[in-house]
């Protein structure tokens, strides 16, 4: 049997360390519960009674999750309730949602070189993003693939 407060530690504890990377806090506590969680999905009622937080917090929370693709809304037939859940390849599916967004970023790049000018240093530096940004955007797909023949195998 599971011992509930060590649990509960570590999702502060995990929490803690998604802030560290940037998360917003009240997501990445949300977001540490669902993953620890054994039904894999829970309610708004209980990711706020599981972290003693508001109905408003869950919420705000839960809404920035799903945008960043970490965690889906389900509603089972018949049922007034949602449930949140973090999917098997949330790792892999939030990745590929980033795509598009190195794209935004190399393109902004790509726009500012001509502004700052291409000989200056800042020109040097946005090349380097376009450039670095690129390689990314055109080596991600076949490192994708390669995690996907890899997950097969296991």
Do not use: C
Not at 33 to 55: C, F, H, N, Y
Not at 65 to 75: A, D, K, P, W
Not at 121 to 133: E, I, N, T, W
């Amino acid at each position: 049997m599971r011992d509930e407060e060590a649990v509960r530690r570590y999702v502060e504890r995990l929490a803690l360390v998604l802030t560290q990377l940037g998360f917003q806090r009240m997501p990445a506590r949300v977001f540490a519960a669902l993953v620890v969680t054994d039904e894999s999905r829970l309610t708004a009622g209980e990711i706020g009674e599981k972290l003693q937080i508001s109905p408003a917090a869950v919420s705000g929370a839960v809404r920035y999750l799903e945008q960043v693709g970490m965690i889906v809304r389900e509603r089972e037939p018949g049922s007034r309730r949602d449930h949140f859940r973090v999917t098997d390849d949330m790792w892999f599916a939030s990745m590929r949602k980033r795509d598009r967004f190195m794209e935004l970023w190399r393109d902004a790049a790509v726009e500012g070189i001509p502004v700052v000018g291409e000989d200056t240093p800042a020109g040097k530096r946005l090349a380097d993003m376009r450039d670095f940004l690129a390689f990314l955007i055109e080596q991600l797909p076949l490192l994708f693939e390669r995690w996907e023949k890899e997950r097969a195998n296991r």
